[in-house]
């Protein structure tokens, strides 16, 4: 059985968007299969007492140089989106709804999802959005729309977000292989050395 | 003339001391030559509400895993020592008292500095250790010992931290070249970016 990778991440976060381009490469050229889980960052951050770069003095203003760099010497599409950061329970929702049924499929959502805020500058906090790009994709976007609202499919992103600070996640992107937490997208070299050199 | 590279530091960083092993040779390769300016960081901080990292919940232990692999994948000599953090006003005050005198000294007994409290574990906060470390490569160890109670030995690193500060420094390492900052030792690729294609 091949070893997982799990890429913990919000879909409001900029580095996990800009993880998200390379973490699928970087696990199968290591023989490796990446598991994607969405979590709710606000929850996170009230473990933690952390809070939104952007609402950080300084530092804030720092962050959004730092992801316009980032994206033009990574060459994917970047803009900060209006409103930032957003709330992404639908998009998380939605994610782990598609991904009990198809986890390929639900990889593929992630990934237009993050293009479609931080590539286009969509509003994905609306449910309405969300199922839109899902639907353009393959999923019925009534059944989709419905499901959103169902209390299992409420509860199971804040189990999920839970689990994960168990697991000691505390930011996006954070990954973890073999047992072993990597926070941040400028670790992504950390993570290929560990997966090359078997570990410590 | 060389354009300068400015390395902003605190001798208490360990991710300071690791950008430290790389910012000569990066700089020297893209035709610049770089000026060490330690600042201190608790002064820093005071402006912008961020805290040490190891005071912080949950990020705090995962930082000191953090060093550990990153000392392990770079290969440099790393103990988290006791007592960490530490005050640095003596080590930046003897920097700048023989940076006055000769920057390749004041730059080698910075790298030396580092090197004591990282790769040895010593206290680095004491004057005696600071003037010990400076006189075994070069400088009369009375003389430095009675030039760090001066007033205007006291008040160059609060000034260059002041300075720091207004020029948006909030971190350490923190490296601005052109103008442009570039915060953490994760973004030195993104300097080297930088100097190769010229800026944006």
Redesign the interface.
């Known amino acids: 059985m091949t070893e997982v990778l799990e890429f913990f991440f919000d879909f409001s976060s900029p580095y996990g968007y800009f993880a998200a381009q390379k973490i699928d490469a970087l696990a199968e050229a290591n023989g490796r299969t990446v598991r994607w889980k969405p979590i709710l960052l606000g929850l996170v951050f009230k ?4 809070t939104p770069l952007t609402s ?4 804030g203003e ?1 962050a959004k ?2 992801w316009q ?2 994206a ?2 990574m060459d994917v599409p970047w803009q900060l989106p209006e409103p930032f950061p957003v709330a992404t329970q639908a998009a998380a929702r939605a994610f782990y709804w598609i991904d009990d049924r198809n986890p390929d499929q639900a990889r593929l959502f992630a990934k237009s999802l993050y293009h479609a805020y931080f590539g286009e500058g969509l509003d994905i906090s609306s449910p309405e959005t969300v199922a839109d790009i899902a639907s353009a994709l393959f999923a019925d976007k009534d059944e989709l729309l419905t499901a959103l609202k169902e209390p299992t499919v409420k509860r199971r992103i804040r189990d999920e977000t839970a689990k994960a600070i168990e697991r ?1 996640v ?2 996006s992107p954070y990954i973890i292989v073999d047992g072993e ?1 990597f ?2 997208s ?2 992504l070299w ?1 993570v290929k ?2 997966l090359q050199s078997g570990g ?1």
């Open positions: 473990e933690t007492g952390m950080q003095p300084v530092r720092y140089k730092d760099r980032m033009r010497y000691g505390f930011g937490g926070w941040g400028d670790r950390m050395k560990w410590w």
